[in-house]
């Protein structure tokens, strides 16, 4: 059983314009939602992070926007650029006894043409 | 800048032999994870550890087994490698149960064949 899913497998976007990657979660006792990046033959890296008593996290070109009643985030890219063609998971995790382990999606294939 | 080290990048291996994958973090974490990431699937959590010779089940241990015997370091074993075990493998640490950011290494391209 999925519970986060990455439904897009893949997302196009000309260099400038804006990037947005969904994620939807089933598990209600996630509460701290995270994206990271990765590129090929490297290991993922951290992108942002957003709390469940949040709505939105801006950092630089990159915001995530959260929507608890949906269980859905997403993440704004503004502008795209080349070099931010990567795979990109969203990732949740639940408080308490977690010991921060993360669940992750399916991943979304971004690439920005020039 | 945390380092997590995984000793190769590319394995070939032949079914029925049995594989240590090893894993070096560099940062004092509590906590070490091993994931597989496979297309169309994400990264799957097979096994993680919260302290020294601790070890939970993730969402997809069989076959594999783990060890921890420092705190730095965190092994993954295949006991009887299988074709369907081939994939990317991915560890990961974090500082504490209360920071959820973990932090990867570069990953394993492990080929069972």
């Known amino acids: 059983d999925q519970q986060v899913k990455q439904n897009s497998p893949s997302l196009s976007v000309q260099e400038g314009r804006i990037s947005i990657l969904n994620c939807d979660y089933t598990?209600?006792?996630?509460?701290?939602f995270l994206w990271y990046k990765k590129y090929p033959a490297e290991g993922p890296t951290f992108l942002i992070s957003?709390?469940?008593?949040?709505d939105k996290n801006e950092d630089g070109r990159f915001t995530v926007f959260l929507n608890k009643s949906a269980k859905h985030l997403s993440l704004h890219i503004v502008p795209s650029q080349p070099g931010d063609s990567a795979v990109y998971f969203c990732?949740?995790?639940?408080?308490?006894?977690?010991?921060?382990?993360?669940?992750f999606g399916q991943g979304t294939i971004l690439t920005v043409h020039p | 800048d945390v380092k997590v080290t995984q000793s190769s990048r590319y394995l070939v291996k032949r079914t029925g032999e049995k594989v240590f994958l090893e894993c070096v973090q560099d940062?004092?974490?509590?906590?070490m994870f091993w994931y597989r990431q496979d297309p169309g699937l994400g990264l799957r959590l097979i096994y993680f550890?919260?302290?020294?010779?601790?070890?939970e089940k993730g969402d997809i241990p069989e076959g594999y087994s783990v060890s921890r015997e420092k705190k730095e370091r965190f092994s993954l074993i295949l006991e009887s490698a299988s074709t369907n075990q081939t994939s990317m493998y991915l560890c990961?640490?974090?500082?504490?149960?209360?920071?959820?950011?973990?932090?990867f290494g570069q990953g394993t391209r492990l080929t069972v064949v």
């Open positions: 990961a640490s974090s500082l504490d149960r209360a920071l959820v950011q973990a932090f």
């Open positions: 598990n209600s006792m996630f509460d701290y």
């Open positions: 957003i709390s469940s008593i949040k």
């Open positions: 990732a949740a995790a639940a408080g308490g006894t977690s010991y921060g382990k993360l669940t």
């Open positions: 940062m004092d974490h509590e906590n």
């Open positions: 550890s919260y302290d020294v010779k601790m070890k």
